[in-house]
């Protein structure tokens, strides 16, 4: 090939490297917005990112500073001891120092962490919602709840030349007051006015739960630390002293028998009524009792197992009574008549094992029917366990493990230091806080 030829080649060579690095530089130009758009893209999606977890954290903020305002209230009654608030309302533009309730406490934590409703030029807002009802997380059930929203209008950076000016981003947060401690002492299933004082000192150490309303009109009903008395309705309360005052806590809803899972004894063969009135050294075993159970007199009386009555009822207004190292459970069946102990000296202990664990006294919860337990030498650690009975109780001095479940409680007295135990005892409750609950 001569010099003239590959010359004209070495040119057309040059010309096709030539139109080649013009098409890319064309491609390269063309692609240059779609680069410079992805970029902005993620450099504002990070902005709002940030931003909104900013907004997260003074909702967070709010939310739980209201909700721990509110768990110092005297109580948890909407107008009374903390504020309600149905529809969803902005914070003020300054919240005032101090704050005037415990919404408003959350109103300046959300300042604190930078937001105010009408801050930076309108492009905030910080709004509330509260009450003991209607909570809108599901699952959770606190006696108050709060929710604080926060919002952001944020200037777009780069997306702002695709015409994106502004972009929106908001948190909200909900927080929970629970009040009470884990599990009660007593348990009040009945309607209406479901439990009555009129007098007597009564003291727990771990609450009572009342599914209807209450009443006293005297005596004096003491709750330990953190113990609260949770009244399903109401509380009219014409006389008499609850100590603290502020462990009353009204409109807290139904409560349900928290024994489970235990079975009913099988019926054996019946055995006479001990109708024991004197005498020394008298054991009540186990069995079935068709047609009740009398104590009016004697001493060295041992009850021990599982004393199934059938029939009739159990009463005792004298006697010196204690307990077999087993522990015993007096059982009432369906046709079984009352209980009454209005004398003597009783010390009933449940079983710590076996088919009736931990119950001391227990009624068939199908057929409503009475019980009167008094005398300050009465002594029963264990359940109580009577949904359907009509209890009228006066305790003993001594304190107990003790947890009751009646239909109504008329209550004069008694000293219960702490619930019973049991396997078929659930007498669970959210602890006692203020917590974050969404």
């Known amino acids: ?28 130009t063309l692609s240059l917005p779609l680069m410079f ?51 969803t309302t902005a914070c003020p533009s300054s919240p005032t120092t101090p704050p005037s309730n415990n919404l408003m406490n959350g109103c300046l934590y959300a300042q604190a962490n930078g937001y105010t409703a009408g801050g930076n030029n309108s492009r905030q807002n910080v709004s509330y919602s509260a009450g003991t ?20 209008k944020i200037p777009a950076l780069f997306t702002s030349m695709f015409g994106a000016q502004w972009q929106m981003v908001s948190a909200n947060a909900t927080a929970g007051v629970f009040a009470g401690v884990q599990g009660g002492c007593v348990y009040v299933l009945g309607p209406g006015t479901a439990w009555t004082q009129s007098g007597g000192n009564f003291s727990t150490g771990c609450g009572v739960k009342i599914n209807g309303a209450a009443s006293m009109s005297g005596g004096n009903l003491t709750l330990g630390s953190n113990v609260y008395m949770d009244v399903g309705t109401t509380m009219t309360q014409s006389g008499g002293v609850i100590s603290p005052a502020a462990n009353m806590l009204q409109n807290q809803g139904s409560v349900t028998n928290p024994v489970s899972g235990v079975v009913a004894p099988t019926a054996g063969s019946c055995l006479p009524n001990p109708n024991v009135s004197s005498g020394t050294s008298t ?27 059938t029939g009739g009822s159990f009463t005792m ?13 007096l059982y009432f069946g369906p046709s079984a008549g009352t209980i009454s102990i209005s004398g003597g000296n009783l010390t009933l202990t449940a079983p710590t094992s076996g088919s009736t664990n931990g119950l001391a006294i227990w009624k068939d919860g199908t057929t409503a029917s009475s019980a009167s337990i008094s005398g300050s030498n009465t002594t ?15 305790g003993g001095n001594s304190p107990v493990n003790q947890t009751i479940i009646v239909y109504t409680m008329s209550m004069s007295g008694g000293n219960i230091s702490q619930a019973a135990t049991s396997p078929y005892l659930s007498n669970g409750g959210a602890a006692a806080g203020a917590y974050l609950i969404q």
């Not at 504002?44 to 739980?64: L, M, P």
């Not at 004697?298 to 197992?305: F, N």
């Open 283 to 309: 054991t009540i075993g186990a069995g079935t009792y068709c047609s009740g159970i009398s104590i009016s007199g004697g001493t060295g009386i041992v009850l021990s197992g599982i004393i199934d009555i």
């Open 317 to 329: 207004s004298g006697g010196i009574v204690t307990t077999a190292a087993g522990g015993a459970t």
């Open 1 to 28: 090939m001569g010099w003239n030829a590959r010359r004209n080649m070495d040119g057309m060579g040059s010309r096709s490297l030539q139109r080649r690095r013009g098409q890319a530089a064309i491609m390269v």
């Open 380 to 394: 029963i650690s264990g359940i109580i366990d009577m949904p359907q009975t009509a209890m009228t109780y006066s």
């Open 37 to 87: 758009g992805l970029m902005a893209m993620v450099v504002d999606i990070g902005w709002a990112y940030w931003r909104q977890e900013a907004c997260k954290t003074a909702a967070q903020s709010a939310a739980e500073a209201a909700a721990r305002a509110a768990q110092l209230a005297s109580n948890l009654t909407c107008g009374s001891g903390v504020t309600c608030q149905a529809t």
């Open 133 to 152: 009802a209607g909570n809108p997380v599901s699952g959770v059930s606190p006696n108050y709840w709060v929710r604080f929203t926060v919002v952001e």
